[in-house]
T-cell receptor, first 110, second 116 residues
Framework: KNEVEQSPQNLTAQEGEFITINCSYSVGISALHWLQQHPGGGIVSLFMLSSGKKKHGRLIATINIQEKHSSLHITASHPRDSAVYICAVGRETSGSRLTFGEGTQLTVNP | DTGVSQDPRHKITKRGQNVTFRCDPISEHNRLYWYRQTLGQGPEFLTYFQNEAQLEKSRLLSDRFSAERPKGSFSTLEIQRTEQGDSAMYLC??????????????FGSGTQLSVL
């Protein structure tokens, strides 16, 4: 079992839909990151959070430390949101390295 | 443009050859990371530098792999005697000091290595 698991693996939505991507982890963490990866490899950091909730534009990230679970929400989705969304955790016991989930491929159709 | 530069973008080499990749982080970032990513998988940690010191190294990093950050600025990752299993995207990332208010990671575009 991976230490970081994301669901779903693939998600197809229609433009305007509300999207939720989930991340569960099994280790103690110091922080959780949500990242966006576009075709060709470019990775952009969306959020780093260790508690509560953060919002940036149409993106909202939440984390529940007790349940070891985080969600990334996209409101009013748009085709340009199509990308792979990756959850990564910084483990309490492993210094600064991140352990990544396998990613969620999101496709938003017009 | 994230500010982290990697060179080259693509590298095709024959099995057994040595290759070297370069990463130039964002200038005020003292922390630098190398990750490797294969198709359909999330990135895997390879190594971490704080300034010029290599503080963490994954067991994925065999003796054929070596990384340096001699002056605490740019970093190089060398793979000796490349094998076909080394084919992957090699990603570099940097982040500011831990006391910075924003500890987000900034990734380069990666070097895609193909070993024939």
């Amino acid at each position: 079992k991976n230490e970081v698991e994301q669901s779903p693996q693939n998600l197809t939505a229609q433009e305007g839909e509300f999207i939720t991507i989930n991340c569960s982890y099994s280790v103690g963490i110091s922080a959780l990151h949500w990242l966006q990866q576009h075709p060709g490899g470019g990775i952009v950091s969306l959020f780093m959070l260790s508690s509560g909730k953060k919002k940036h534009g149409r993106l909202i990230a939440t984390i529940n430390i007790q349940e070891k679970h985080s969600s990334l929400h996209i409101t009013a989705s748009h085709p340009r949101d199509s990308a792979v969304y990756i959850c990564a955790v910084g483990r309490e016991t492993s210094g600064s390295r991140l352990t990544f989930g396998e990613g969620t491929q999101l496709t938003v159709n017009p | 443009d994230t500010g982290v530069s990697q060179d080259p973008r693509h590298k095709i080499t024959k099995r057994g050859q040595n290759v070297t990749f370069r990463c130039d982080p964002i200038s005020e970032h003292n922390r630098l990371y190398w990750y490797r990513q294969t198709l359909g998988q999330g990135p895997e940690f390879l190594t971490y530098f704080q300034n010029e010191a290599q503080l963490e190294k994954s067991r994925l990093l065999s003796d054929r792999f070596s990384a340096e950050r001699p002056k605490g600025s740019f970093s190089t990752l060398e793979i000796q005697r490349t094998e076909q299993g080394d084919s992957a995207m090699y990603l570099c990332a940097s982040s500011p000091p831990f006391w910075a208010t924003n500890e987000k990671l900034f990734f380069g575009s990666g070097t895609q290595l193909s070993v024939l």
